[in-house]
């Protein structure tokens, strides 16, 4: 049983390490599910990482949710306030989602 438990401990600790790889591959390659998983590995682990919400912030805006991606981001910054990638992360997923309003405001006023 102790075996077990010490095997179980030394998978959790490498864990952090090849998610966060595997994280950064996936979200490279656009798979957006598998990096979603692995982040949701990595935060379940320390929600409080500023470095791996950061990471999930730059998912959600590479993958489009916008909604996503201002909200990692405000709780990144409810961490560290002057974290500078959290507030670029922020500036552009505000940037994209102006952009979009912009957008679907002009094709409301086109239609008749």
């Not at 405000?74 to 102006?98: F, P, T």
Request: hydrophobic content about 45%; glycine content about 6%.
């Amino acid at each position: 049983m102790a075996q077990a438990e010490a095997i179980a401990q030394s998978l959790q600790q490498m864990l952090p390490a090849h998610a966060e790889e595997l994280l950064e591959v996936s979200l490279r390659a656009g798979d957006f599910h598998s990096a979603r998983d692995y982040s949701e590995r990595l935060l379940a682990i320390d929600p409080a990482n500023i470095e791996w919400i950061s990471k999930r912030a730059k998912l959600e805006l590479a993958a489009g949710n916008l909604g996503e991606a201002l909200r990692f981001a405000d709780k990144g910054l409810g961490i560290d306030s002057e974290n500078e990638e959290v507030l670029e992360l922020r500036a552009a997923a505000l940037k994209k989602l102006r952009t979009l309003l912009a957008t679907v405001g002009r094709e409301a006023d086109d239609t008749p």
